[in-house]
C-alpha cells in the first residue's frame, strides 16, 4: 500500500507556497524601486541572483541540468522574462498589490490557451471556481471604488499576465520532458537577457535596494521552482485556479508592510477567492477514467 500525500495534493501545496512567495516577491521589488534602482534594474538583479542560484545547483548536482525541447525552453525564457520585466515595470508605476493582481490575470487566459494548445478540457467545477476567484480579484481590484482607472501602469501589468500565460502553458509542456531547475534556469536566462540591455544607466547604490532586490531574486527561485514543479501534476486549468491566490498574497502583503489598506470590499474578495479555490480542489478533479472490462 502506498504511503504519503499524492502528486496532486503535493502540487496543490507547492503552488500555495508559490502563492504566497510571489506575493512577498512584489512588495520586495517595490521596495526596490522605491530605494532607486528602476524597474529594469530590479529586474536584472532577480535573474542575476537566480541564474547564479540556478548553476550552482547544476554545479553541486552534476546531471541536473538536462534539457530535452530546446525549442520550447527558449520560448519559456523569452515569454517569461519579458512577463516579468513588464511586471516589475507596473510594480514601479501602481500600487504593488494592483499591479501583481493586473499580472495575476494570466490564469485565466492560460486556460484558454492550453485548450488550443494542449488539448486539455477544464471541468465546468474548475471553470466555475476560476469564474468565482476571478470575481474575487476584481472585487480586490476595485478596492471598493466605483470605477476603475486604465492607465499606463494598469495596462503594462495586462500585457504581462498575456504574456505570462503563454509562458506558462510552456511550462506545462515541458513538464512531460524537462525537469523544474532546467525550466527554472531558461526562465532566468532569458529574464537576463532581456532586462539586462534595458538596465543601462545610473544605478543607486543604496544599501537598502541592494539588499531588497536580492532578496527578490531568491524569493522568486523559491516560487519559480515551486510553481515549476507542480505544473507536472496538475493541468493548467486547476493550476490556475491556485494560482489566483497570488493577488491574495499580494494584497495582504502589501496591506500589512506598505501599509496600502484593506478595504471591506477587498477582503470580501479575499475571501471569495479562497473559497473558490477551495470548491475547485474539492469538485474540480476529472473523475477518474472508467476500467476496461
Given at each position: 500500500m502506498r504511503s504519503g500525500i499524492s502528486p496532486?495534493?503535493?502540487?496543490?501545496?507547492?503552488?500555495?507556497?508559490?502563492?504566497?512567495?510571489?506575493?512577498?516577491?512584489a512588495v520586495l521589488a517595490r521596495f526596490a524601486s522605491?530605494?532607486?534602482?528602476?524597474?529594469?534594474?530590479?529586474?536584472?538583479?532577480?535573474?542575476?541572483?537566480?541564474?547564479?542560484i540556478a548553476l550552482a545547483i547544476f554545479r553541486l548536482r552534476p546531471g541536473t541540468f538536462r534539457p530535452v525541447r530546446r525549442g520550447l525552453l527558449v520560448t519559456r525564457g523569452v515569454l517569461g522574462g519579458l512577463a516579468a520585466l513588464l511586471y516589475f515595470y507596473a510594480l514601479s508605476l501602481i500600487p504593488a498589490g494592483q499591479a501583481t493582481l493586473l499580472n495575476n490575470t494570466f490564469p485565466v487566459i492560460a486556460v484558454a490557451i492550453s485548450y488550443f494548445t494542449l488539448g486539455e478540457r477544464p471541468t465546468w467545477h474548475l471553470l466555475l471556481a476560476l469564474g468565482v476567484t476571478s470575481l474575487g480579484v476584481f472585487l480586490v481590484i476595485g478596492?471598493?471604488?466605483?470605477?476603475?482607472?486604465?492607465?499606463?501602469?494598469?495596462?503594462?501589468?495586462?500585457?504581462?499576465?498575456?504574456?505570462?500565460?503563454?509562458?506558462?502553458?510552456?511550462?506545462?509542456?515541458?513538464?512531460?520532458?524537462?525537469?523544474?531547475?532546467?525550466?527554472?534556469?531558461?526562465?532566468?536566462?532569458?529574464?537576463?537577457?532581456?532586462?539586462?540591455?534595458?538596465?543601462?544607466?545610473?544605478?543607486?547604490?543604496?544599501?537598502?535596494?541592494?539588499?531588497?532586490?536580492?532578496?527578490?531574486?531568491?524569493?522568486?527561485?523559491?516560487?519559480?521552482?515551486?510553481?515549476?514543479?507542480?505544473?507536472?501534476?496538475?493541468?493548467v486549468a486547476e493550476a490556475a485556479v491556485w494560482q489566483q491566490l497570488t493577488p491574495v498574497a499580494s494584497y495582504l502583503w502589501a496591506g500589512a508592510v506598505l501599509g496600502e489598506g484593506l478595504s471591506s470590499v477587498g477582503i470580501a474578495g479575499v475571501a471569495l477567492g479562497i473559497g473558490g479555490v477551495v470548491y475547485g480542489s474539492v469538485l474540480g478533479r476529472k473523475p477518474p477514467e472508467p476500467e476496461e472490462a
Open positions: 496532486a495534493s503535493r502540487a496543490r501545496f507547492l503552488l500555495f507556497l508559490a502563492a504566497a512567495l510571489f506575493g512577498l516577491l522605491l530605494e532607486g534602482l528602476t524597474a529594469a534594474q530590479v529586474a536584472t538583479v532577480r535573474f542575476a541572483v537566480g541564474t547564479a478596492g471598493g471604488q466605483a470605477g476603475f482607472t486604465m492607465g499606463w501602469g494598469q495596462w503594462v501589468g495586462i500585457a504581462s499576465a498575456v504574456l505570462g500565460a503563454g509562458a506558462v502553458t510552456s511550462i506545462r509542456a515541458l513538464r512531460a520532458t524537462d525537469n523544474a531547475a532546467t525550466i527554472f534556469f531558461a526562465f532566468t536566462l532569458g529574464g537576463l537577457l532581456v532586462s539586462a540591455p534595458l538596465s543601462l544607466g545610473t544605478w543607486s547604490f543604496h544599501e537598502h535596494a541592494w539588499i531588497f532586490a536580492m532578496a527578490a531574486g531568491v524569493v522568486s527561485f523559491a516560487a519559480q521552482i515551486s510553481m515549476t514543479e507542480a505544473y507536472g501534476a496538475l493541468t
